[in-house]
């Protein structure tokens, strides 16, 4: 059992907007602004889409966003398209590692 | 540019052992905690270890504790991972990763554990 608790599967038609949550504790997701989301094609590695919470790194699409209220992490992908279906997951610092979600399978 | 370039996976039998490194650069790797990161076939992804900037904290999962040994060389920009006593279930995608902000990751290196 993961960590943090992520949907198993979301689901949405190209266009729309989908948002999947990652729930932790006080201890990782609720007391630090270090939250993370990965998206994850087959036989690749992660790709870092959000840090610190809602940081989006340079070259990904601002149709990614997130946010964090209390131990509960959100991304949401707006404008659904084709090439978004993957795995994602949400990390979360903590005082001395850092723990996963489970992983999100996203249909579009 | 941020590098982390993972080698020394392949396949060893239970029992077996097997040293993996990574090689960092493109940035001050002497400051930064570093980790291990593991995903096994079909699975999710799992932290399998830690080692702060001086090496002073060094922590573990539990289904590593006492058979995996961190270790790191500031002076190779390297990090390390000695793995005894391998199972099978340790067969995996290992990347060492940096959760600095931002976050960097290597490509991984397989490790397959198999008779």
């Known amino acids: 059992q993961s960590a943090l608790t992520q949907p198993a599967s979301v689901s949405g038609s190209l266009g729309q907007s989908i948002t999947i949550s990652c729930t932790g504790t006080?201890?990782?997701?609720?007391?630090?602004?270090?939250v993370s989301w990965y998206q994850q094609h087959p036989g690749k590695a992660p790709k870092l889409m959000i840090y610190?919470?809602?940081k989006r790194p340079s070259g990904v699409s601002s149709r990614f966003s997130a946010s964090k209220s209390g131990n509960t992490a959100s991304l949401t992908i707006s404008g659904l398209q084709a090439e978004d279906e993957a795995d994602y997951y949400c990390?979360?610092?903590?005082?001395?590692?850092?723990?996963f979600g489970g992983g999100t399978e996203v249909t579009v | 540019e941020v590098q982390l370039v993972e080698s020394g996976g392949g396949l060893v039998k239970p029992g077996g052992s097997l040293r993996l490194s990574c090689a960092a650069s493109g940035f001050t790797f002497s400051s930064y905690s570093m980790n291990w990161v593991r995903q096994a076939p079909g699975k999710g992804l799992e932290w399998v270890s830690s080692?702060?900037?001086?090496?002073?904290?060094?922590y573990y999962s539990d289904s590593v504790k006492g058979r995996f040994t961190i270790s790191r060389d500031n002076a190779k920009n390297s990090l390390y991972l000695q793995m005894n006593s391998l199972r099978a279930e340790d067969t995996a995608v290992y990347y060492c990763?940096?959760?600095?902000?931002?976050?960097?990751w290597g490509q991984g290196t397989l490790v397959t554990v198999s008779s």
């Open positions: 990763a940096s959760f600095a902000s931002p976050p960097q």
């Open positions: 990390t979360s610092y903590t005082s001395s590692n850092v723990v």
């Open positions: 006080g201890s990782d997701v609720g007391g630090y602004n270090y």
């Open positions: 610190d919470v809602d």
């Open positions: 080692i702060t900037s001086s090496s002073t904290y060094i």
